[in-house]
């Protein structure tokens, strides 16, 4: 099993998770998070005074999914997610070695 964790653009949550429920993937954890890699943030104006924002708003997205879907829900999320602009964000992919549901004690791919 993989875990895979996506950082994304706001504005392409809806994007990205009608094109993994497109493919069949149901289960996810979506939390708001702020950060920033090479755009390093931007300046503002308000009430005449400048400031620097530098951590913006992203998305994280988490899911567990079986070994044999990585590659599909890699270029899905990859394909719904990109605008062509700095700032697209990241894909982490992580080893699962257990999961368990805790409803009825289902272990591994059948507590996905």
């Not at 875990?3 to 993994?20: H, N, R, T, Y």
């Not at 950060?35 to 997205?61: A, C, F, N, S």
């Not at 992919?93 to 004690?105: E, F, H, K, P, W």
């Amino acid at each position: 099993m993989k875990k895979v964790e996506a950082i994304i653009q706001p504005f392409k949550l809806e994007d990205v998770k009608d094109a993994l429920k497109a493919i069949g993937v149901d289960g996810m954890t979506v939390t708001e998070v702020r950060g920033h890699g090479r755009q390093k943030g931007h300046k503002e104006v308000y009430r005449g005074q400048e400031y620097h924002v530098d951590l913006l708003p992203k998305i994280k997205l988490e899911m567990v999914i079986c070994d044999n879907r990585l590659e599909e829900v890699l270029r899905t999320v990859t394909h719904a997610a990109r605008t062509g602009k700095i700032g697209d964000g990241k894909l982490f992919v992580y080893d699962v070695t257990d999961a368990i549901r805790i409803r009825n004690d289902d272990r591994g791919e059948a507590a996905l």
